[in-house]
């Protein structure tokens, strides 16, 4: 068995209730009994994982898309970083990328081309998106 089914399984029983989705490249992918709930809620396309486990997914760059269908379906979904099982809720998830998102925009800042004017800006759009983050429930 995979190591990633192991770890599915581990998870299931802790929490039976969870849906677990596991990042794997630039796709979420749900296991087994997870998959097929998925599956029958949203019409995603199951496919093997092995002969007997079945997966289904869906891209990344769709994550809030699905993360308001999974809300309204009251659905309790965990994020799995299968590099080191780092399991997130989906708040946690969201908060995680975008503090990604927001050391990735000042790593990419060339202090040396930036007026006064720009580095206040700078500051100033930091700030509101901390605050953003912050408020993410």
């Given at each position: 068995?995979?190591?990633?089914?192991?770890?599915?399984?581990?998870?299931?029983?802790?929490?039976?209730?969870?849906?677990?989705?596991?990042?794997?490249?630039?796709?979420?992918?749900?296991?087994?009994?997870?998959?097929?709930?998925?599956?029958?809620?949203?019409?995603f396309k199951l496919t093997n994982l092995n002969d007997s486990i079945v997966k289904c997914g869906f891209p990344c760059s769709s994550f809030y898309k699905y993360y308001?269908?999974?809300?309204?379906?009251?659905?309790?979904?965990?994020?799995?970083?299968?590099?080191?099982?780092?399991?997130?809720?989906?708040?946690?998830?969201?908060?995680?990328?975008?503090?990604?998102?927001?050391?990735?925009?000042?790593?990419?800042?060339?202090?040396?081309?930036?007026?006064?004017?720009?580095?206040?800006?700078?500051?100033?759009?930091?700030?509101?998106?901390?605050?953003?983050?912050?408020?993410?429930?």
């Open positions: 068995m995979s190591k990633l089914y192991n770890t599915y399984l581990s998870l299931k029983k802790q929490d039976s209730k969870s849906i677990y989705l596991f990042k794997s490249g630039i796709f979420f992918i749900a296991l087994d009994e997870d998959a097929r709930i998925l599956s029958d809620a949203f019409n308001s269908l999974f809300q309204t379906n009251n659905f309790t979904v965990r994020i799995i970083e299968p590099d080191d099982n780092t399991l997130y809720s989906i708040t946690e998830y969201q908060q995680k990328e975008a503090i990604t998102e927001l050391l990735s925009t000042i790593s990419s800042i060339d202090i040396d081309t930036l007026s006064v004017s720009e580095a206040y800006q700078f500051i100033t759009n930091l700030k509101n998106k901390i605050i953003e983050i912050n408020k993410v429930e």
